[in-house]
């Protein structure tokens, strides 16, 4: 599966991005899909993970409630609406497919992915 990532930019604290994630795969619905991120000096985190029906979502504590993972299984793109955002949120982020047709228990270390996008920055910044 080609994942392109798309969305990212240049924001200040309390604004708002979507990003977006196009998969050339027919098969997209048939896998869970997931957002993970990766700032400078710091290790890749699993940020939100959405099973294949689209109802089931996982975040990371720290966006809860600030983040929404969705996905359009009809036109194959993933979506990952960002609010409130924080000088923290700033890295690359990355959309996945994953292996399963839901999230695992670990999903969040990234290991059930096998298909990754090139990445899109997101800066948080005044």
């Known amino acids: 599966v080609q994942l392109v990532e798309s969305g990212g930019g240049l924001v200040q604290p309390g604004g708002s991005l979507r990003l977006s994630c196009t998969a050339s795969s027919a098969t997209f619905d048939r896998f869970a899909m997931g957002w993970f991120r990766q700032a400078p000096g710091k290790e890749r985190e699993g940020v939100s993970c959405?099973?294949?029906?689209?109802?089931?979502?996982w975040y990371v504590d720290s966006v809860k409630g600030r983040f929404t993972i969705s996905r359009d299984n009809a036109n194959n793109m993933l979506y990952l609406d960002m609010n409130n955002l924080k000088p923290e949120d700033t890295a690359m982020y990355y959309c996945?497919?994953?292996?399963?047709?839901?999230?695992?228990?670990?999903?969040?270390?990234?290991?059930?992915?096998?298909?990754w996008g090139q990445g899109t920055q997101v800066t948080v910044s005044s």
């Open positions: 959405v099973a294949r029906g689209g109802t089931v979502k």
């Open positions: 996945a497919a994953s292996m399963y047709s839901i999230c695992v228990d670990d999903w969040s270390r990234g290991q059930s992915f096998d298909d």
